[in-house]
């Protein structure tokens, strides 16, 4: 059964409390190397939101049709397959309907295939039951919140590119120790809503 | 039987299927840009191509090469042409590649960019000349124990026109565990007046996937195709003295070079200098030719350094490296008062080592000549 849970406030828990990235820590590897310019941040947060929204309803009636199989293990396997497919159809149909789209979301759109957060939110969304309209609004939140952070880490490392960081934590050191710092402040979130 | 072990690669193959099938068609329907105009050169030449493709392909299907050392996979920058519609902005795929004069002056990489749109172009007009020969191998000869000498003659009576010093991509068919025709920039070696032929000279690079081809797979009587001529590498008119250095098969160039310049009878009227460098005696080849010409030519002179000369071998020449013996003559031995252009044909590191001996020496950067293809 779906759980009882309005999609205001599972579009709001997705985005805040349970931030796919500062909750959940999925999807690290583009937020900390794209997150050092902030432009790319942006082209590569409207990537995965986008990805995330369509391959959260694609996957739900993929799996109910493992379910009606009864090969529900298969679900990594078909998931990703299905994801690096939905990937490939939308980086051509954005080249035709808006190169410029197209450019600016550049090589992040490929990359995204590998995104661990959008297999994240697609395995989530089979633990939790989640109903077709549901699976989508958790996916668009989930791509939401993941753009929240990206943009808010790459505004704090613009800030902190002139401070005086000892030499042995400049780089990825100070990056993680703000993410950090970001999740911590994103805990404060967590007891406006409940998801699980 | 448990009835999952069919239902399982069944509904995974289905899925992997209709996925499949519906990429195509959105590949179909949406890549579909029609015929498209390429201008090239502001009118000079007009193609119609089917739209889609990256320009570096749909050039290359009407015939028009421009040059690209790794074929087509943007890892290389040599593909280079001048876009002057405007079809957005730099990829992050080419900018590594690109000066910033080059990106403000809206030159692009043609393998990275995709012909959709009508597109205004420019390209050296020295590119219309390059077409794709095919030809059968004639004689494949050794030269030394790791240098081979390939003499090609071009089929239906296809004539190469070339100035000497220009390269040409040499392709291969796919062998053993490589998967595609692949091309691999080589000098011609063959003196231009032989329009019905045209000679490499392959040197085998451990793991080089050409090499390995030329050396261990080719037989003569078999079909290639050489794409040529390419580079900007020739003898400049004037009258100053040469300073040609060479190592290994970096021979090539020169060997078309000086053939030309003994059949135009250049070869009396400046003063040459060909250093070639080689490890041991077993590393050299021509000798008895250019000595042949050192004799002949009193203004041509050649000069064979070895770097590890063996003792049980007999070795009356220079020793040491090429680029020490360059410096010595320089020093000592060649005019100091006419001026001097340096033409280098070799490895990478070669080349630095000899474009620095040259600036000691007071020869100008922009009067040193090669064509850098590693």
Known sequence: MAPDIGYFSLFLASILTSNILLANFLGMCSFISISKDINSSNGLGMAVTLVLTITAGVNWAILQLLQSLGIVYLRFIVFIIVIAAVVQMLEMIIDRISPRLYMSLGIFLPLITVNCAILGVSLFMEIRNYSFLQSIVYGFGSGLGWWLAIMALAAIRKKTEKAPIPAGLQGAGITMITIGFMAMAFIGFSGMLQVQ | ?374
């Open chain 2, 1 to 374: 039987m448990n009835p999952a072990f069919f239902i399982a690669p069944l509904a995974i193959s289905a899925v992997s299927a209709v996925l499949a099938a519906l990429i195509s068609l959105t590949d179909k329907i949406v890549n579909n840009y029609g015929e498209v105009t390429i201008n090239i050169n502001g009118g000079k030449k007009k193609l119609q191509v089917n739209g889609g493709a990256p320009l570096l392909f749909s050039l290359a299907e009407t015939g028009i090469y421009v040059p690209s050392a790794c074929g087509g996979r943007g890892s290389c920058g040599a593909c280079t042409v001048k876009v002057k519609t405007d079809i957005g902005p730099h990829l992050p795929t080419e900018t590594p590649y690109l000066t910033k004069e080059q990106i403000a002056d809206d030159v692009r990489l043609s393998c990275q960019i995709k012909v959709k749109q009508d597109l205004d172009i420019e390209i050296p007009e020295s590119l219309f000349n390059i077409r794709k020969f095919t030809g059968v191998v004639e004689r494949i000869a050794d030269l030394t124990h790791d240098i081979k000498e390939v003499y090609i003659k071009l089929e239906d009576g296809q004539e190469a026109n070339f100035v000497a010093g220009q390269y040409g991509q040499f392709e291969v068919p796919p062998y053993a565990k490589i998967r595609e025709r692949t091309q691999r920039a080589y000098s011609m070696s063959s003196a231009p007046s032989d329009k019905g032929h045209l000679e490499f000279l392959v040197r085998l690079v451990p793991g080089g996937i050409v090499t390995t081809y030329v050396h261990e797979h080719m037989k003569e009587g078999e079909k290639v195709n050489v794409v040529a001529p390419v580079g900007e590498f020739h003898v400049q008119d004037n009258d100053s003295t040469m300073i040609c250095v060479a190592g290994g098969s970096g021979m090539a160039p020169f060997k078309s070079i000086f053939n030309d310049m003994i059949e135009t009878g250049k070869i009396e009227e400046r003063d040459v200098w060909y250093f070639f460098g080689a490890r041991t005696t077993k590393d050299l080849f021509y000798m008895d030719w250019l000595k042949e010409l050192d004799a002949k030519y009193d203004r041509f002179h050649f000069i064979a350094a070895l770097s590890e000369p063996q003792s049980d071998e007999p070795w009356d020449g220079e020793t040491g490296l090429i680029t020490d013996v360059l410096g010595k003559y320089l020093e000592s031995v060649i005019d100091q008062e006419k001026t001097k252009e340096g033409y280098l044909c070799g490895s990478p590191g070669m080349l630095d080592a000899c474009m620095a001996v040259m600036r000691k020496h007071d020869m100008k950067e922009e009067n040193i000549y090669f064509d850098k293809f590693a």
